[in-house]
């Protein structure tokens, strides 16, 4: 069996961007390569040309520091500007991503039986991960593959072949969406995307190559002998832009292969923690393996985007020296060590229960509880219990997402994922019934956001808002932002105007709310990169110091107690900075928006300094001993508002 790993979300993320940086040391050493390559072959040309013409008093020289120059600045003009525009290209996220590979976008609400059971899959990993819903694709391919892609969990895709959803079972489908959320987790979606960006730019001098070659020949049929010389020269050129390009792709699968491999056992090892079942992910490698078609992409741009898939989407070649993914045979032995090799054993052994297996589930949104049960409920929490949850990859548990989505009224599910009704279940779940001059700012906010029909779907999902257990709020939310996401631009900002005046209408300042807004706009309006990210609890102190101080305030009425309760948090800034300083800020400081430029300076930090503040955070709240169940709902608002998982702890 697969051994168990520890993997800290924020460590993972920090060793990501470190290879990000790796990956660029290699770019730049395969470009400067690429350059002396191209050098010596204009040497070796024009060498050749100066031969040919018998004229002693021509001489050229191997070293030409002006050649070298010239060739060096056009190569890397041509590579730089190739990877600038297809990394551009590629900056609205995993979506663009799969269009380009021929996905097809799955609606929220499909009634497709397949991709129903696709889009409840990836909801119930969402909703247990604590990550924002990405987009759900399909690709027409008839290989068994898929892949995660995406800048951050902000503009995450997450797309399966067709194969997949022909081929395997609900569990073997668990399995490889939950390897793709691993990635997801991890940071590896950044570093593929980055990757591709690169690896064009090599290959933009193969096509170059190309265009000067056919153009060489096709005028040396009408060139005079006098002119020979110069279409051999060109067309050696060609040939030598062709080569080096093929070399440079070389060297580009070499990188893909050396980033990729760990990270799929790693991923795998993942899967199998995410699920609980490892037969899930085992049975879908060994599918691949009984499969035809195997995992194989015939989509044009699968060579650049092959470290991305679930398995190889290419043909081996060169004994796999390199190829981006281990075998599949010892992905299968990690997991099971009693495989024997024999995948057309497990194709049979599969075919005989597929039918029944896809009956079963195909309609099924979520696994079945036994009638009359209710679901189980959050608990109070201890700090470490919550800090384990927050920090490691290990505590998503997909059925505990399915239990929350179980919770909650299958009418309220079906309406968030809605395009046309789930703006009202988003602002129902922040509505203020108790208070009647919020709720009449509120009703006209509404009047201005929502279409008649709308309007009618709130007023009833309001009326009945109780039936919602409160603990499952967060999860409806993200239903409807799922589906929010797929209306036109002027709905989002009508709605996140709206949600800005619920959140305003009772006057008051809440940390929880203001969260709330954050999440809500970066799912709406997914924040671009970042660039410099901010390396110091120093540089943030006065950020942090408000954050804690809100915290401590909603947690207890008591002047004294808030003032325990921020020291407790402050001291673990201390302890990883000594001589920062930290006060507590007053009530009156605390406004609407210093808390929204608190919350957006914290989100641009790293995942050190992120993981250093949600610390102090926890500490903070449960500096009476315990993290109650609406305290566990703060804590996951202020995380996911710094892009942090935040999983819901399911007693």
Known sequence: MLAFITMDFFQAQDNARKKSARLVFFYIAAVIAIIATIYFAIVFGMRLLISES???DLYFPIWQPEVFIGTAGITIAVIGLGSLFKTLSLRSGGGV????????????????????????????????????????YVLPEEGINAFAAGYSPDDAAVAVTQGALDSLSRDELQGVVAHEFSHILNGDMRLNIRLIGLLFGILLLTIIGRVIVRIGFSSGGRSSKNKSGGVVVMALLGLALIIIGYIGVIFGRLIQAAVSRQ???LADASAVQFTRNPDGIAGALKKIGAATSGSRIESPHATETSHMYFASALRSSFGGAFATHPPLDARIKAIDPSFDGNFKAAKKTSIATEAAQTRASANASHPPRVPGTPPPLPAAVGAAAFLAAIASAEAPDAQKGAEILAAIPEDFREAARDPERARAVLLATLYDKTNAEAAAKQDAAVARALSTTERVAFIDLVARIETVPSWTRIALGDLALSAIRHVDARLINATIDAVDAFIEADGEVSLHEYALRKVIHRNLR????PGVLIKACAAVADEIALILSAAA?????????????????ASAIRETQPDIALSMASATGMSAKTLTRALDRLDICTPAVKRTVINALVRTISDDGKIEVEEQNLLRAIAAALNCPAPVLVE
């Open 526 to 529: 997914p924040p671009g990169n």
């Open 553 to 569: 305030r909603a947690g207890s009425s008591a002047e004294a107690s808030q003032q325990h309760a921020f020291e407790t948090g």
């Open 263 to 265: 990270r799929e056992f």
């Open 97 to 136: 991503v799969a269009r380009s590979l021929g996905g097809q976008l799955v609606s929220p609400n499909t009634s497709d039986p397949q991709r129903r059971r696709l889009v409840n899959i990836v909801e119930e990993m969402s909703i247990a991960a604590g990550v924002r819903m990405p987009e759900v």
């Open 54 to 56: 018998n004229n002693p």
